[in-house]
Every structure is written in structure tokens, then in C-alpha cells.
């Protein structure tokens, strides 16, 4: 379940707020992206062969891959929320949810907090349509996530109705404080948390009600994201709408950053490299990750 936080009434219109047109949605292709055999910049359109795209194509693929960007993890081990090996204050941040991707991941061995491993097979998408493992993958458990035996309820080699392969979203997030300024926001340092398949719902609860009650993406409003202790699944990651964002150089702002969010959250990134070691003293929230 979700709740409304809000420190001081306000009053919203019911039209959804709108950024300046000359700017896209993240989910819209930039200009000229339909035209694969066209350069585009500021002042001119070059024609170039297509064999010459592909190849371009194929070289920003490995690009990708060999350089990474930059980032780090909350980590929400045993139920405590912490970044860079501190532990958060509260065990809560407000935050803005840049982006969200689906992921499908499987581990072949039980998990070992000491031995931290890469899963055996992973999928990140957009979506749960069609998503399959990723190229990165050594040992495909199947062509598709749709097809796959460890996909299947009642699968978990720990017995009952679960799935081995465990049904999360991967959050790509900033910290409230980069909202101070446009320019702040757009060099803010984003940070990758991992949802558990058990708040998966949680998340969805809240940005369903966002896009309805507010009609705005979850990328223009500051959440509060909350790690509480739960009977059956250990703990639980719960969120609540804050406020909106309201300013328009800001909103414009957040989906230009949007934009590179969901691409980095497409990204695979060796997991053990991202694991933070604990350490003593909690570190406060909402100033900085």
C-alpha cells in the first residue's frame, strides 16, 4: 500500500503539467532516428551509405560494452538501505525515479553474502514483452524468458509456487537535492537499485497511482523510498509520492536525464563490482548519494 506525503496542501489543476515543446519525451526517437541512413547535427543533414551506418552501428555497440558508465548501488542487503558501505539514516531517501527496467534474474547456486556472484542468466527490458537473456549471458537457460522451465511457477529449487528465475525492476535514481537546479540535476550522480520480486508491486502500486491521480510520469514527482522489516519476506521496499515537480526547466530537465537513465539502466553491469562492503557509520540521506 501506498501513501500520499505531503508537508504542505497544495492545489493542483487536473491537466497534467507539459514542458516546453521544443522539448521530446525520453520514449520519443530523436529527430532523424527513423532515417537510418542520415547524419544529423545542429546545421545540416549528411547522406551516408548504409553498409557505413551498420558499421557505425555495430562499433557504438562495442563502445557500449567495453565502456560502462559510471555508477554505484544502494545496496538493500538483509533489509538495510546503504550506499557506498554506509547505512542510510532512517533507512529512507527521497528520491527521483529516473527510469525503471525490467529484470529477470537467475542464480544456479544459493545465495552467499560472502561470495558475491554474477547470476547464472539474466533479462532487462523495457518491458516483460518479449525480454530475453542478454547477450552477455555465457549460458542461456533458453532463447526467451516466455520459454524458459526456470521461468515457471514452481520452479524454485527452495520448493513452494516460486520462480527460480526471480522477477525484479532495476531503479536508476537521483537524489532530491539535484532538483535545486537545472544545472545541477543535469550532472547529478545516479545510483542503481535493485528491486526484489516481493516489492515489485509495491513500485507498480505507486506509479499507477501517480499516472492517474496526478497524470505525470514517475520521473517528474520526488518519491520517499522506505526499507521496512516484514514477517514473511524479511523486509520490503515501500514508496510514497512526496510532491511533483512543477518547475518547467526542471521537467525539461528531468527528461533529457531520463533519456540517458533508461539507457543505463539497459546496461549490464558486473554485479560484484557494485556490491558495497558495510561499514560502521550511517551516512544521511537526501544530500547526497
Partial sequence: MTTK???TPATRS???LK???VVSS????PSGAGVPATLQNASTALAVPLDLMATLAAAAKDVAAAERPSISKISLRA??????GSPVVGNAMNVVALAAVFRNVYYKDRFDPNNIQNPSCFAIGLTDKA???HENVAEPQAETCAVCHKHEWGSDPNGGRGKACKEGRRLILIPEDALLEPEKLSKSEMAIMDLPVTSVKNWANTVNQIATGSNLPFWAVVLRVEVRPDPKTQFKVLFSHVRDVADPALLTALMARADVAQQVGLTSYDETALTNSPVAEPREANKKF
Fill in 5 to 7: 506525503v505531503s508537508a
Fill in 14 to 16: 487536473p491537466a497534467p
Fill in 19 to 21: 514542458a516546453p515543446d
Fill in 26 to 29: 525520453p520514449q520519443s526517437p
Fill in 79 to 84: 533489509g538495510v538501505m546503504s550506499y557506498a
Fill in 131 to 133: 525480454i530475453a537473456p
